[in-house]
T-cell receptor, first 117, second 110 residues
Framework: NAGVTQTPKFRVLKTGQSMTLLCAQD?????MYWYRQDPGMGLRLIHY???????AKGEVPDGYNVSRLKKQNFLLGLESAAPSQTSVYFC????????????????FGSGTRLTVV | KNEVEQSPQNLTAQEGEFITINCSYS?????LHWLQQHPGGGIVSLFM???GKKKHGRLIATINIQEKHSSLHITASHPRDSAVYIC????????????FGQGTRLTINP
């Protein structure tokens, strides 16, 4: 099925450990995003990308790095995990170039629940 | 004041009732999105609107660009409709980053 796939779905890290969250989309979307969702804070944008090889900071980028070496993949890295990064992480994609303005619809992944102890 | 405001924040209704969730925004937009999130679940995009009205099954979404207001309606509500419904907008230019409302928690009792 077409869509956005996130791996892993669950992870527990110790403070100071590193990890990479993988997001893959097969819809040929140009734009990809990483959001985090926390109780009482809603969804907040961490980083985003408007095309292969490009990345940009969102609202809460500190402590995270991203890469988009291939159009279909968007990686989110935590170099040294902190308890404040305990959250649910959602990847999303949007905008199919060949469909013009009519297709800025969003597709979200199923989320990664990360706990840092 | 948030750029996207939803009301109500919480809504409890009986099965079969007609449900309306409202969203008002104060910024220019290229589109408005309605999202659904079940407890502990992922986020599903229900509608993307730039004008008028869209219908999918028992769900109807409308937008009034002049009044900067959108509504999500659910007809013949069912317990499986219980979820958080999130209104979000994308700006006219740029990377289509979503600006979110705070969400409406809907509970439908049998």
């Amino acid at each position: 099925n077409a869509g956005v796939t996130q791996t892993p779905k669950f992870r527990v890290l110790k403070t100071g450990q590193s990890m990479t969250l993988l997001c893959a989309q097969d819809m040929n979307h140009e734009y990809m995003y990483w959001y985090r969702q926390d109780p009482g804070m809603g969804l907040r944008l961490i980083h985003y990308s408007v095309g292969e090889g490009t990345t940009a900071k969102g609202e809460v980028p500190d402590g995270y790095n991203v890469s988009r070496l291939k159009k279909q993949n968007f990686l989110l890295g935590l170099e040294s995990a902190a308890p404040s990064q305990t959250s649910v992480y959602f990847c999303a994609s949007s905008y199919h170039r060949d469909r013009g303005l009519a297709n800025y619809g969003y597709t979200f992944g199923s989320g990664t629940r990360l706990t840092v102890v | 004041k948030n750029e996207v405001e939803q009301s109500p924040q919480n809504l409890t209704a009986q099965e079969g009732e007609f449900i309306t969730i409202n969203c008002s925004y104060s910024v220019g937009i290229s589109a408005l999105h309605w999202l659904q999130q079940h407890p502990g679940g992922g986020i599903v995009s229900l509608f993307m609107l730039s004008s008028g009205k869209k219908k999918h099954g028992r769900l109807i979404a409308t937008i009034n660009i002049q009044e900067k207001h959108s509504s999500l309606h659910i007809t013949a509500s069912h317990p499986r409709d219980s979820a958080v419904y999130i209104c979000a907008v994308t700006p006219p230019q740029g990377a289509q980053k979503l600006v979110f409302g705070q969400g409406t928690r809907l509970t439908i009792n049998p």
